[in-house]
């Protein structure tokens, strides 16, 4: 059956990501670790369908509550216009123990460039997630030729193929099925994990979401979330 195929597809990136990126995975949980230790947040951007990595790791249950998602208002409409992502950055509340979590397949686009040229000048830690292999293989969209993995401290490798596509039909032209949203979301619950961990292991316990449907839930999150609003509600 075809749609069997997606489910090997997958199956195998999991184990390649799961074989390839631990070393990575520790790193970005240590950086996560450090900062919400010494108060910071975690700001997390993705353009386009990388919007679902942000997301993921923001405002659920299971995640840190010292996260925020950066909106960008037109969906990655602009993403290939240079100077979009400085004069978005113009507005952003950015501290110094902050990090970010910057979420892009093919890392050329100036946006996320420039998203990140403007953390990395402010001293803040940088994890991106990206194809590794299939970036290096492209140009830069930005005039100065940067991609986006040459400004990350650390890099999470979606280990993705090139196009994103990873499922090939008989009579279609073009792959089909979508992966990088995948393997994003796996490696990126996989570091809160270990950052949680960390932070555990240092005696210090952090804030987390419960889910607001269960019993208790919406009671317990507001006690937390009130102590992170003037972080979390503003861009």
């Known amino acids: 059956m075809s749609y069997e195929l997606f489910f090997d597809a997958i199956e195998e990136m999991i184990q ?3 074989n390839t990126q631990g070393d990575n995975i520790k790193k970005a949980a240590e950086i996560i670790a450090d900062s919400i230790m010494n108060g910071g ?3 997390a951007f993705g353009s386009g369908h990388s919007y679902a990595g942000a997301i993921e790791i923001a405002g659920r249950a299971g995640g840190l509550i010292p996260a925020k998602v950066l909106k960008e208002p037109s969906g990655g409409m602009y993403e290939t216009v240079e100077g979009t992502g400085t004069k978005f950055m113009e507005d952003v509340d950015i501290r110094e123990n902050d990090c970010f979590v910057l979420i892009s397949n093919s890392g050329r686009n100036p946006m996320i460039i420039e998203i990140a040229e403007w953390a990395k000048e402010r001293g803040n830690k940088i994890i991106v997630v990206t194809s590794l292999d299939v970036s290096k293989t492209m140009t830069s969209r930005h005039s100065s ?3 986006l993995y040459e400004l990350a401290d650390v890099v999470l490798d979606n280990r993705g ?3 994103d596509a990873a499922i090939e ?5 073009t792959k089909v099925c979508g992966t ?3 393997t994003a979301a796996i490696l990126l619950n996989a570091t809160i994990l270990q950052s949680i961990q960390i932070m555990l292991d ?3 316990v952090p804030p987390v979401y419960m889910s607001q449907n269960v019993d208790g839930g919406p009671e317990f999150n507001k006690k937390l979330v009130d102590e992170y609003a003037h972080r979390l509600h503003r861009k």
């Open 16 to 18: 390649d990501v799961r």
């Open 41 to 43: 947040i975690i700001q």
């Open 145 to 147: 030729g940067k991609m």
């Open 161 to 163: 193929v090139e196009g």
């Open 169 to 173: 039909l008989e009579g279609m032209e």
């Open 180 to 182: 990088s949203s995948i």
């Open 202 to 204: 240092k005696g210090y």
